[in-house]
């Protein structure tokens, strides 16, 4: 059976030369770049060299001012609480958004818990963060606001250049998520005043468990965890360099092939968009039409639900993800889907598509063959009908 | 995630449909939830002769939807009013816990038939 894998918002495959750039580090170079010994000397050079291809990705002037990381959700969690912590004397107010990373939100809560006010700003029906409402929350009491680059699941771009020109007028710091976005669209955090952002190596063809947060020069943090003072003093224990090794390559190869890839990718979304919104009824986009990341394609489905769809593709060898409630361990529909304004039994028919390199035309043009079927297998099954969920 | 045996209940679902002069309609769940269930029954001599089903839902509301329209076909209505959730779960081999609240109403809906189907014949009366 034909396979067909759109599901790289979840889970990406490592390019082999990522893995071929790694394995040097496992067996013949694995030294502690805390050692003065040439083993030592040979993995501090390796150690710079990568985070010298992170900086150039985000176009940050200074390597020093990236450190390596467990992953996004460590990069979120260290940046936010780091702020938090370190500028609790200046002021206790956070401001981010309702369709976060549950890496930011989470983190918000918790901040909550320990004193801290936290604005969640709303999105409108595409998914774009609401600017006026976000430049009325801040205060004199603001002192981060964080907003993600872009969403993973419904794909929106969110206008960062005009949000960090508010936090630079407003002397707030300024965090951003960029993990979804990262590698798959031009960033540079010089001139959209970014002053931490958060990037993944998974979301970039990289190994697992490997990310970096960009600190601008000048921005203090206190560490989250306490040892030998690693990275900056900001993130001790022993470097994992193989996986480093691999997030450089991987940020060097997505940088070289953005520009190229992105077009293919736009080309890929938006013939699914185009072919699915046509050939199936009372079918729907969800989030902005063309501020989006380039291979993500979420659609709707009315009086379906999202789980059965994923099951009825799969036995096509169709792998997708839904933002259902069914598939997660909460019973709620996705955040993200509820922000933009889906009522509960909208939402839980939405699945997304996230395409990626090994994904070609021939794959879209099964999904559009196969996905019709799909729905009306279901459709033919549930007791709803357009007009009792259209309201 | 899902048995061999829910899968196969997803994929070739029995008895789908409606009874358009059904003896008794139960419904259950609610759409918000991502679960909804209409069981439709005909009796005939206090027996179950025809169960159909209309579901929306995840694998495990078709799934045991159907598998409920299967063990309750030619019962008698006390012995379907007997079928448990747990019954159905286990005819399955098994639903992941977190299916068993949710998705698993598909008895309640039979239930919900059956006692429709006993109103109405007490109103008759």
Redesign the interface.
């Known amino acids: 059976m034909r396979k067909v894998y759109v599901d790289h918002g979840a889970g990406m495959p490592l390019d082999s030369r990522v893995l071929e750039a790694m394995k040097p580090y496992f067996l013949a170079d694995y030294g502690n770049p805390s050692s003065s010994h040439s083993y030592g000397n040979s993995a501090k050079e390796a150690l710079a060299a990568s985070r010298e291809k992170v900086a150039r990705l985000v176009a940050a002037e200074k390597s020093r001012d990236v450190i390596f990381t467990s992953g996004g959700t460590e990069s979120n969690n260290l940046a936010l609480k780091g702020v938090a912590f370190r500028n609790r004397e200046k002021g206790n107010h956070i401001i981010t958004t309702a369709i976060e990373h549950m890496s930011v939100i989470n983190v918000c809560k918790y901040l909550q818990k320990q004193g801290f006010e936290v604005t969640y700003v709303p999105v409108d029906t595409q998914g774009v963060v609401d600017v006026e409402k976000l430049k009325a929350a801040i205060t004199d009491k603001t002192i981060l606001i964080s907003v993600m680059y872009a969403n993973g699941e419904i794909g929106t771009i969110q206008p960062i250049r005009e949000i960090g020109k508010l936090a630079r007028e407003n002397s707030v710091l300024f965090h951003v998520d960029a993990v979804a976005a990262a590698g798959k669209v031009p960033i540079n955090v010089k001139e959209e005043n970014i002053d931490l952002l958060s990037v993944s190596s998974n979301d970039m063809y990289g190994p697992k468990g490997v990310g970096a947060l960009y600190i601008k020069q000048g921005t203090k943090l206190v560490p989250i965890d306490q040892g030998g003072g690693q990275e900056n003093g900001l993130r001790s224990g022993t470097e994992n360099i193989p996986g480093i090794v691999g997030m450089g390559k991987a940020a060097e190869l997505a940088q070289t092939e953005m520009e190229s890839e992105g077009k293919r990718l736009t080309g890929l979304r938006d013939k699914l968009i185009k072919g699915v919104l046509g050939k199936i009824d009372y079918s729907f986009l969800n989030g902005h039409p063309s501020q989006r990341l380039p291979g993500n394609a979420n659609l709707r489905f009315s009086?379906?639900?999202?789980?059965?769809l994923i099951?009825g593709l799969d036995?096509y060898g169709i792998q997708v993800s839904s933002g259902?409630?069914?598939?997660s361990?909460t019973?709620e529909?996705s955040h993200v889907l509820t922000a933009i304004g889906l009522?509960?039994?909208v939402a839980?028919g939405s699945l997304v598509f996230t395409m990626g390199k090994q994904n070609s035309e021939d794959d879209v043009n099964y999904i559009l063959e196969v996905l019709p079927d799909v729905v009306n297998r279901l459709r033919?099954?549930?007791?709803?009908t357009p007009k009792e969920?259209l309201r | 995630m899902y048995s061999e045996k829910v899968m196969d209940h997803f994929m070739k679902p029995r008895n789908v449909g409606e009874i358009p002069d059904a003896d008794g309609v139960g419904t259950v769940g609610n759409p918000v939830c991502g679960d909804l269930m209409t069981m439709y029954i005909k009796v005939k001599d206090n027996k179950l002769a025809d169960v159909k089903f209309k579901t929306f839902g995840c694998g495990a509301a078709i799934a045991t939807s159907s598998m409920t329209t299967e063990m309750a076909k030619g019962k008698t209505i006390e012995e379907a009013m007997k079928i448990t959730r747990a019954d159905v779960a286990k005819n399955l081999g098994g639903l992941p816990p977190i299916k068993m609240h949710c998705s698993n109403l598909a008895a309640d809906a039979l239930h919900e038939a059956i006692k429709d189907y006993q109103k109405k014949k007490e109103a008759k009366k």
């Open positions: 009086y379906i639900e999202g789980e059965s099951l036995l259902s409630a069914c598939t361990k019973l529909p009522p509960h039994e839980h033919a099954l549930s007791p709803l969920i």
